[in-house]
T-cell receptor
Framework: NAGVTQTPKFQVLKTGQSMTLQCAQD?????MYWYRQDPGMGLRLIYY???????DKGEVPNGYNVSRLNKREFSLRLESAAPSQTSVYFC????????????FGQGTRLTVV | GENVEQHPSTLSVQEGDSAVIKCTYSDSASNYFPWYKQELGKGPQLIIDIRSNVGEKKDQRIAVTLNKTAKHFSLHITETQPEDSAVYFC??????????FGSGTRLLVRP
């Protein structure tokens, strides 16, 4: 039972490079989320997708774009990476609605140099 | 928007003692309050949650209490064990697909 799978697990980028973080869930969940985690700041919501075909901004969307490719997959793209985007990124999914339990992936540790 | 404050940031207890972590939230419309445990190098894992129509919920050694009037909720861990050592996060949400997290509490259980 894989749950939420993120790739890659680690990545180092140079400033200005682009990359896409991939996320897939096998729980048939409607909603998917991208969070970033920085020391002492908990988890902050970047973007979310309430259902297939919809995406919305969270608390810290600047510098990111997302695509809900299908019900299973939700990707996060950094078009021009900046050192301030060095963080650990988590994808999560839930059955639907903000009042449903969210299940997280293992995270992607991204360093921008 | 919603703001969630969590205290303390670090907590050290002796094995077998109880641990209490407290959170306050700002949005009176919030109606869902989960707690997550995060072990080193892993993603957060849901350990217990409570909805606004309930004042307390227990699951073995862990319990969560909610005071809607004061807008605060707490996590209680009894008979702590070394494997309880981790970072714990509270979160709050209303029906808007946005879980807002506290800044986390690092719990250390000393053997």
């Amino acid at each position: 039972n894989a749950g939420v799978t993120q790739t890659p697990k680690f990545q180092v980028l140079k400033t200005g490079q682009s990359m896409t973080l991939q996320c897939a869930q096998d729980m048939n969940h409607n909603s998917m989320y991208w969070y970033r985690q920085d020391p002492g700041m908990g988890l902050r919501l970047i973007y979310y997708s309430a259902s297939e075909g919809t995406t919305d901004k969270g608390e810290v969307p600047n510098g990111y774009n997302v695509s809900r490719l299908n019900k299973r997959e939700f990707s996060l793209r950094l078009e021009s990476a900046a050192p301030s985007q060095t963080s650990v990124y988590f994808c999560a999914s839930s059955e639907g609605g903000g009042t449903g339990a969210a299940f997280f992936g293992q995270g992607t540790r991204l360093t921008v140099v | 928007g919603e703001n969630v404050e969590q205290h303390p940031s670090t907590l050290s207890v002796q094995e077998g003692d109880s641990a209490v972590i407290k959170c306050t939230y700002s949005d009176s419309a919030s109606n869902y309050f989960p707690w997550y445990k995060q072990e080193l190098g892993k993603g957060p894992q849901l350990i217990i949650d409570i909805r606004s129509n309930v004042g307390e919920k227990k699951d073995q050694r862990i319990a969560v209490t909610l005071n809607k009037t004061a807008k605060h909720f707490s996590l209680h861990i009894t008979e702590t064990q070394p494997e309880d050592s981790a970072v714990y996060f509270c979160a709050a949400s209303r029906s808007s697909y946005k879980l807002i997290f506290g800044s986390g509490t690092r719990l250390l259980v000393r053997p």
